[in-house]
C-alpha cells in the first residue's frame, strides 16, 4: 500500500515558495523550514478538525459513554494520520506503508517490548472486549470498575482492598494492558450480571435452630426472589453466547455445625454494587426478628462445663464411679 506522493509534492511546493527569500531561521535550509511549517500546518489542521468532530458529537449526543468512545476514537484517528503524513514529510525516501510500519515495528520490538506488549494487549480488548467500560473486573490482587480504557493502559476504580464489603476506596490504580495476556481476569457484570452472596448466622445449640432457620428463608424469599427472577431473564439471554448451568437461582439456607453452635447460611443472589445494601436489609430484618421469638439465641465464642451425667442424654450418660467414705 502507497502512501500518497502528494506529501512531497506539497513539499516541495512549499520549499519552491520560500526559495530566493531569506531565511527565517538562520543555519536551516529551505527544505527543512518547509518541512517544519508544512509539519505544524498538518497537526494543528488535525487537532482543529478532531475539535470540530467533538463538538458536533456533543451537541448531537447525550449519552456520555457514546462521547467518551467518539472522544477516544478521535484522539487515536488523529494520532495515526499524524504520525504517518509527518513520517512522509520528514522521511521522503519511506514510500510505502509496509515499509514504515515493518521498520516501526522492529525498532519497537526491540526497545519497547513491553509497549508492544501493551500494544497487543490494547487491540485484544478491542477486538474481544474482555471487558468494557463501567464493568466490574479483577485482574490479579486488583478490583474496580474500569473508568478508562487507553493504547498502553486501562484504569480502574479500585474496591475492597482497604474498605469491606466490595465497596470503592476512591483510588484509581493503572494497569498495563499486557497483564490481561498474564493474569487470570474475573468480569462480575458482562455474561451473568449477579453475584451469589452467602450471609452466615450463628444460633446457640439450645436455640430452636429449625424456627431460626425458617425465619432466615423467609427473610432471603421476601428481599432476593426479584433478585432470583431478573437472574432466570438474564439466564435465558446469555444461554446462546456461554454455557451457563444453574438448577436453583431463589434464595436456600443451608445447615451446618460449628464450635459455638448451629451455622445457618443464607445464600442468595444479588447485583455486584448492591452487596452491602443487600446484606444490610437482611440483617436488619433478622435482627428485628430474633429479637421477637424468645426460643432463638445468637452464639458466639464462649467456654463452658458440661457436665455428662446430669445433662446428656439418658442413654448416654456415664456412670460416676461412687466416692469413697472421707476419713476420719
Known amino acids: ?134 464493568d466490574r473486573i479483577q485482574i490479579g490482587i486488583h478490583a474496580g470498575d474500569v473508568v478508562d480504557t487507553r493504547i498502553f493502559a486501562f484504569t480502574i476504580m479500585e474496591i475492597a482492598n482497604r474498605v469491606g464489603a466490595e465497596q470503592s476506596t476512591g483510588r484509581m490504580i493503572h494497569i498495563p494492558n499486557s497483564r490481561v495476556f498474564s493474569e487470570p481476569l474475573a468480569n462480575y457484570t458482562a455474561a451473568f450480571p449477579f453475584l451469589w452472596s452467602e450471609l452466615p448466622v450463628l444460633v446457640t445449640f439450645e436455640s430452636d435452630w429449625r424456627k431460626a432457620k425458617g425465619i432466615l428463608q423467609a427473610i432471603g424469599d421476601d428481599e432476593a426472589m426479584e433478585t432470583s427472577r431478573e437472574a432466570e431473564r438474564s439466564l435465558r439471554e446469555k444461554s446462546s453466547r456461554f454455557l451457563l448451568h444453574y438448577r436453583k437461582l431463589t434464595p436456600v439456607v443451608y445447615t451446618s455445625v460449628q464450635d459455638s453452635g448451629v451455622l445457618l447460611t443464607l445464600r442468595y443472589l444479588t447485583r455486584p454494587r448492591a452487596r452491602r445494601g443487600s446484606a444490610e436489609a437482611i440483617w436488619e430484618k433478622i435482627l428485628d426478628a430474633f429479637h421477637e421469638v424468645p426460643t432463638v439465641d445468637f452464639a458466639y465464642p464462649t467456654q463452658r462445663v458440661y457436665l455428662n451425667p446430669v445433662e446428656g442424654k439418658e442413654g448416654a450418660r456415664a456412670d460416676l464411679p461412687p466416692m469413697a467414705p472421707p476419713r476420719t
Not at 506522493?5 to 527565517?24: N, Y
Open 1 to 134: 500500500m502507497q502512501i500518497p506522493g502528494s506529501v512531497t509534492q506539497v513539499t516541495d511546493s512549499v520549499a519552491g515558495r520560500f526559495e530566493g527569500l531569506p531565511l527565517v531561521v538562520p543555519g536551516l535550509t529551505v527544505e527543512t523550514q518547509a518541512k517544519v511549517i508544512l509539519s505544524c500546518v498538518l497537526v494543528i489542521s488535525l487537532v482543529f478538525g478532531r475539535r470540530l468532530i467533538l463538538n458536533v458529537v456533543d451537541r448531537q449526543v447525550e449519552n456520555p459513554t457514546t462521547r467518551y468512545r467518539w472522544a477516544k476514537a478521535s484522539s487515536y484517528t488523529a494520532t495515526l494520520l499524524g504520525v504517518l503524513i509527518i513520517a512522509q514529510v520528514w522521511f521522503s525516501a519511506i514510500r510505502s506503508l509496509g515499509t514504515f510500519l515493518g521498520l516501526l515495528s522492529a525498532g519497537l520490538a526491540i526497545a519497547l517490548k513491553d509497549l508492544v506488549a501493551d500494544l497487543a494487549g490494547w487491540v485484544f480488548i478491542i477486538w474481544r472486549r474482555p471487558f468494557d467500560l463501567g
